[in-house]
C-alpha cells in the first residue's frame, strides 16, 4: 500500500524576523525540514508530493510530518545525473525539529542514501561608491585585446541566478535572453519545460513569494549589478562594456524582495542547465558542505553548462560553497593592483582571481553603481566563459574552466602573504582566447594505503602510500613529472615524484606503479593537518600546482579486543570522533554486526549551572574537555587484550569544575568475557578545595536496528541494576545492548524518548541542554521505561565528594547479547571481572602521579593562538628550568626556573605579545635536557 501525503500551504515570515532559520556559527539552514535521497527511484503525484510506503512513514510519523516533496525538478531524466536529483525529497515538519541531528538519524533508514539539512544561500558583495575611474577591470584582464579575436555569441547563454534584474535597463534589456519554445504571456507551458510564460527566465519566489514568470528585481540589491559585468550591451553608445560583449542573459531570481538571502539559488541552476545555459553564475553562497548540492552541480556540468561562483568575501580560508564544490569555477578577488582584494577569501580551493574591487555596474532604474566583492569578480570569469566557448566551441565545460585558469596571469608573488593561495592568477581574456596549446593535469581521486596497522587512520610512525588518478584536460603533454613537497614537518615523504612520458587530451591516468610514499613522524601532535602542494611539469614549458589537504593521528581509535569493536576518543565520546557526521570511527559492533550506537558521551557535573560534558548540544556536541593525552591502545596489555588510555580536562568549559579525567577502556578476549567492555573513569580534584554532589554518568544514544530505529525500547532491570535497548519487535536478528555502573552501588538510570516533548526532549530547538544533562545525571533511577520510539539512556553514579588533590573512579560496562539471558550474563561478569581484575591491577593515586621517567611532552593545541599548555615530568626531585626561544635562538621567556618535587606538571604559556612563527621550549631537569618546537601561528 501506497500513501500520499498532503501539502499543506503556509507562510514563513521575512528573513530578517524568521525563527525558522537556524544559524550554526556558519551557515543558515531551515529548522523545519531536511532534504533526503533515497536510493531507489521515487514516485510522485501530479502535485509533486511523494508516494511512498507506509512502512517508512511509520518510521518517521513521530515526528510530525507536515508534508514529503519533490525538492528539484529536472527536466532530463534520461541522464544518470537528473535521476538522482529526482531522488531528492524534502521532508517538512509541524514544528522546528533540529534538523542537523534529525537528518543524521533519517540517513540511517534501509532506503536512504543520505539526508542533511535545507541550507540558505548569502550573497556575497560589499556596497561601495568611491570616485575612482570606471571600468578599470576591463583594461586589467585585457578584454579589448580579446575582442580583436572575439565578441560572443548570441548563442551563448549565461544564466544569473541572483536576486533578479532590471529587465528594462537600457544595458541590459536588448541583451536578455528569450525562450524560444514559449509565447509570452499567454498563460500556457508552451514547450513543456514545466515553467508557464518563463520567456525571459523565472523567479522562484524566494523564502515565501509566489513563483512567476517575472524575474525583475524587486529593490537594487545584487542581480543587475551582477548582471551587467557578465554581459551588459556593448558597443551601443549606452552606459558601460561588458567582458561577454554578444552573449545573452538569463535571468533567474531567487530571493524575495530585498533580501541577502536565496532560497532557490540550487533550484534556479537546475532550471539553466535544462533551458540551455551555458554559464551559470553564482554569486553568493555559504561555509556548509551539502550532498544536495553537489549533486546539482554534477547534472548542470552534464548538461553542459560551466558553473562560475564567488569565493566569499570574509577574508578566509575557510571552504565556501558552490565555489568550493567539484567541478566549479572558484573565483577570488583583486584590487586595481593585482593584489588579493580585503575581503576576498583565499586558500586551496580558489582557481583563479578577477578584479573585485570597486566595479562600476548597471544598477536599478537605469542608474550604475559601483560595489566591490567576489559577487563581482565571478561574473567577469563567467563573462570570459562566454568568449572561451565561442573560440572554442567544442570544449566542455571542465575544458573551459581549465583554459581560462592555466592561461591566467601570476599574480599571487605581488604580495608573500597568499601566494599559492590565490589560485593560478588573475584572469587574462587575451591569453584564454589566444594561447596555443595549453596544458592542464588535475588530480580526479586518490586514495591512502595504510601500511602500519591497516586500519585506514593516519597515526604515529606508519608508512603511508598516496595513490592518485590524474585528469588532463587540455593539450596532450609529453615528459611530465608530477612531484609532492610539504612544509610540514610531521610527515618525511620518501618517494616524491611520479613521471608520466605522455598524456592525450582529456586521458586519465595513475601513480599506481609508482605511488607517492611518506611516513608520519612517531611524536607527531593530535590532529595534524598535513598540506601536499603537487608541482606539475611538462613539455612547452608547462608548469602548475594544485594543493592536498589531510589529518594525520587523529583524536581516536577504534578497539576490537573481543566480540565487541568500538571507539573511543580522547575528550570523552564513544562511538565517533566527529558526532553528527559520524565517519570517523565504528560505533558499537557487536559479533560484526551493524553499529548499535548513533553517540555515546561522557557527563559530570555539581549542580545545573555546573555541568561538565561532551554530549550533544544543539547543532554539535559539547567542546567541554581539553585532550592532554591522546587516546590510544596497548594491544600487549597483561590486564586485558586490549587497554585504552587517555586523559584530559575541564579546562575547555566556562563552568569547569578543576577535574582531570584518566580514562581507561578495557577489553578481554577470555571465555566468558568477550561479550562487555569495561570503560573506567578516574576523575581528579586538581583544586585545593573539596568537590561535593559530584556525578558523573555516560550518555547514550542507542540505534539497535539501524533502519527503525523509531522501533527502539529502554528498560532497566532493577535485580541486576542494568539498562538494557532492545528492538521492540524482538526480531530474532536484532541483539540487545546493556548498560551498567559496575564500581559501586550509587546507581542512576533515565530513560530517553527522543521525540518526547516533556521534561526531555532532545530535538526540540534547545537541542540537549545542560539543564537536562543535570536531570539525567541527578535523580536517580527514573524514567526506568521508553519507547517504542528513537530511544537513548543514561547511566550515572553519585553522589560523590572528592577532597582536594584525591580522586574518585567511577567505571561502566557496555555489553551486548542475542537474547536477555545472555546479556545478563555478561553484565554479571563485568563487575566481577572489575572486582577480581580491574581493581587489583588498578595504578593507585601515588603511583600515578610520580612518574618513573624524564618526558617533556608536545605543547597543546599546537599550533597555538594565542596560549598553549607544556606537560612535563620530572622522576625525582630536581632543580628544573623551562625556557622558550625564538627561531634564531634568543630567549623568550622563563617559565619555570625552582625546585621541583617528582611528578606531572602542566605549564601555561601565553604568546599574546609575540609575533606568528616557530618557537624551541627547552626543559633542563638535573642531568636531562629536552627541546622541542611549537608554532604560534596568529
Not at 562594456?241 to 533567474?252: D, T
Not at 588532463?472 to 613529472?481: E, M, R
Not at 579486543?561 to 565520546?573: K, L, Q, R
Amino acid at each position: 500500500m501506497k500513501r500520499v501525503f498532503l501539502f499543506l500551504l503556509f507562510t514563513i515570515v521575512s528573513f530578517a524576523q524568521s525563527s525558522n532559520l537556524l544559524f550554526d556559527g556558519k551557515s543558515y539552514y531551515y529548522a523545519d525540514r531536511i532534504l533526503v535521497k533515497f536510493k531507489q527511484t521515487v514516485n510522485y503525484d501530479y502535485n509533486k508530493r511523494a508516494i511512498l510506503s507506509d512502512e517508512f512513514y511509520g518510521k518517521i510519523k513521530s515526528y510530525g510530518v507536515k508534508s514529503l516533496e519533490k525538492t528539484f525538478e529536472p527536466l532530463d531524466v534520461n541522464i544518470q545525473e537528473g535521476r538522482e536529483l529526482e531522488k531528492i525529497v524534502t521532508i517538512k515538519f509541524d514544528a522546528p525539529f533540529n534538523p542537523i541531528f534529525l537528518s543524521k538519524k533519517f540517513s540511517k533508514l534501509d532506503n536512504v542514501e543520505w539526508a542533511e539539512p535545507q541550507y540558505v544561500q548569502q550573497l556575497a558583495f560589499t556596497p561601495d561608491d568611491p570616485q575612482v575611474s570606471l571600468q578599470y577591470g576591463l583594461t586589467k584582464i585585457q578584454a579589448f585585446e580579446a575582442w580583436d579575436l572575439s565578441t560572443g555569441n548570441p548563442n551563448i547563454t549565461i544564466a544569473i541566478i541572483d536576486t533578479g534584474a532590471d529587465l528594462d535597463h537600457p544595458d541590459l534589456a536588448s541583451e536578455l535572453w528569450q525562450n524560444p519554445g514559449e509565447t509570452p504571456n499567454n498563460g500556457i507551458d508552451d514547450d513543456n519545460n514545466g515553467y508557464v510564460d518563463d520567456y525571459n527566465g523565472y523567479d522562484f519566489g524566494g523564502s515565501s513569494g509566489v513563483h512567476d514568470s517575472d524575474p525583475q528585481e524587486d529593490a537594487p540589491v545584487h542581480g543587475t549589478h551582477v548582471a551587467g559585468i557578465a554581459a551588459a550591451a556593448t558597443n551601443n553608445d549606452e552606459g558601460i562594456a561588458s567582458i561577454g560583449y554578444n552573449s545573452k542573459l538569463m535571468i533567474v531570481k531567487c530571493s524575495e524582495g530585498d533580501e541577502r538571502f536565496l532560497t532557490g539559488g540550487y533550484q534556479g541552476i537546475i532550471y539553466a542547465a535544462d533551458n540551455g545555459a551555458d554559464f551559470i553564475n553564482c554569486s553568493w553562497g555559504n561555509y556548509s558542505y551539502s550532498l544536495a548540492e553537489q549533486n546539482v552541480i554534477d547534472y548542470a556540468t552534464s548538461k553542459g553548462a560551466l558553473v562560475i561562483a564567488a569565493a566569499g568575501n570574509d577574508n578566509t580560508s575557510d571552504l565556501f560553497y558552490p565555489a568550493s564544490y567539484d567541478k566549479v569555477l572558484s573565483v577570488g578577488g583583486t584590487d586595481k593592483n593585482d593584489v588579493k582584494w580585503g575581503g576576498s577569501n583565499f586558500g586551496d580551493r580558489i582557481d583563479i582571481v578577477a578584479p573585485a574591487f570597486t566595479i562600476y555596474s548597471t544598477w536599478l532604474d537605469n542608474t550604475y553603481k559601483t560595489l566591490s566583492g567576489t559577487s563581482m569578480a565571478a561574473p567577469l570569469a563567467a563573462g570570459l566563459g562566454a568568449l572561451v566557448k565561442d573560440q572554442f566551441p567544442d570544449y566542455t565545460p571542465l575544458q573551459i574552466a581549465e583554459r581560462i585558469r592555466v592561461t591566467s596571469d601570476l599574480v599571487d608573488t605581488l604580495t608573500n602573504d597568499f601566494e599559492f593561495l590565490m589560485g593560478k592568477g588573475r584572469i587574462n581574456a587575451f591569453k584564454a582566447l589566444n594561447e596555443v596549446n595549453p596544458i592542464s593535469v588535475r588530480i580526479k581521486e586518490y586514495s591512502f594505503i595504510d601500511l602500519g596497522n591497516g586500519d585506514g587512520i593516519l597515526d604515529p610512525g606508519e608508512n603511508i602510500q598516496l595513490d592518485v588518478t590524474f585528469t588532463n584536460y587540455l593539450s596532450s603533454v609529453s615528459g611530465l613529472t608530477i612531484t609532492i613537497q610539504t612544509e610540514s614537518e610531521d610527515i618525511t615523504i620518501s618517494n616524491n615524484s611520479f613521471s608520466q612520458s605522455s598524456a592525450s587530451t582529456l586521458q586519465d591516468f595513475s601513480n599506481s606503479s609508482s605511488r607517492y610514499s611518506f611516513q608520519i613522524i612517531p611524536e607527531v601532535a593530535t590532529n595534524q593537518s598535513v598540506k601536499l602542494k603537487f608541482e606539475y611539469t611538462g613539455s612547452n614549458g608547462y608548469t602548475d600546482f594544485e594543493w592536498l589537504t589531510f589529518r594525520v593521528n587523529p583524536t581516536y581509535a577504534i578497539q576490537s579486543g573481543n566480540n565487541i569493536s568500538f571507539t573511543a576518543t580522547s575528550n570523552g565520546t564513544i562511538g565517533f570522533n566527529d558526532y553528527p557526521n559520524n565517519v570517523e570511527g565504528n560505533g558499537f559492533i557487536f559479533r560484526g554486526g551493524t553499529n548499535l550506537l548513533f553517540e555515546g558521551a561522557l557527563m559530570y557535573g555539581t549542580a545545573v549551572d555546573k555541568v561538565v560534558d561532551a554530549a550533544r548540544e544543539t547543532s554539535a556536541q559539547s567542546n567541554n574537555f581539553k585532550v592532554l593525552q591522546k587516546f590510544s591502545i596497548d594491544r600487549n596489555s597483561s590486564i586485558a587484550s586490549e587497554l585504552g588510555t587517555a586523559r584530559f580536562n575541564d579546562d575547555n568549559a566556562s563552568n569547569k569544575l578543576g577535574v582531570e579525567t584518566r580514562f581507561y577502556t578495557y577489553s578481554f578476549n577470555q571465555t566468558g568475557k568477550e561479550d562487555f567492555v569495561v570503560l573506567r573513569y578516574d576523575f581528579y580534584n586538581t583544586t585545593d578545595q573539596e568537590i561535593t554532589n559530584f556525578y558523573a554518568g555516560l550518555f547514550t544514544d542507542w540505534d539497535i536496528d539501524e533502519n527503525d530505529w523509531e522501533g527502539d525500547t529502554v528498560n532497566y532491570d532493577v535485580a541486576d541494576n542494568f539498562a538494557f535497548i532492545k528492538d521492540a519487535e524482538d526480531s530474532p536478528t536484532s541483539d540487545i545492548v546493556g548498560m551498567a555502573l559496575i564500581s559501586g552501588t550509587e546507581f542512576g538510570y533515565y530513560g530517553i524518548d527522543n521525540n518526547a516533548s516533556g521534561q526531555i526532549s532532545m530535538y526540540d530547538a534547545n537541542g540537549f541542554s545542560k539543564s537536562e544533562k543535570w536531570t539525567t545525571l541527578s535523580n536517580g533511577v527514573t524514567e526506568t521505561a521508553a519507547g517504542p520510539t528513537d530511544v537513548s539512556a543514561v547511566i550515572s553514579a553519585g553522589p560523590y565528594s572528592i577532597p582536594a588533590d584525591s580522586k574518585v573512579t567511577v567505571a561502566f560496562a557496555l555489553a551486548a547479547g542475542e537474547d536477555m539471558n545472555s546479556l545478563r550474563a555478561a553484565i554479571q561478569e563485568s563487575r566481577s571481572t572489575y572486582n577480581s581484575i580491574i581493581l587489583p591491577t588498578s595504578v593507585d593515586e601515588n603511583e600515578l602521579e610520580i612518574p618513573n621517567k624524564f618526558t617533556l611532552e608536545q605543547n597543546y593545541p599546537n599550533p597555538f593562538n594565542p596560549a598553549t599548555s607544556i606537560e612535563f615530568s620530572v622522576p625525582s626531585n630536581e632543580y628544573v628550568s623551562l625556557k622558550v626561544f625564538d627561531i634564531l635562538g634568543r630567549e623568550v621567556i622563563t617559565l619555570v626556573n625552582e625546585q621541583k618535587s617528582a611528578g606531572r606538571y602542566q605549564i601555561s604559556f601565553d604568546a599574546s605579545d609575540l609575533s606568528s612563527g616557530i618557537y624551541i621550549y627547552r626543559l633542563n631537569a638535573g642531568a636531562h635536557t629536552a627541546i622541542k618546537k611549537m608554532m604560534l601561528l596568529k
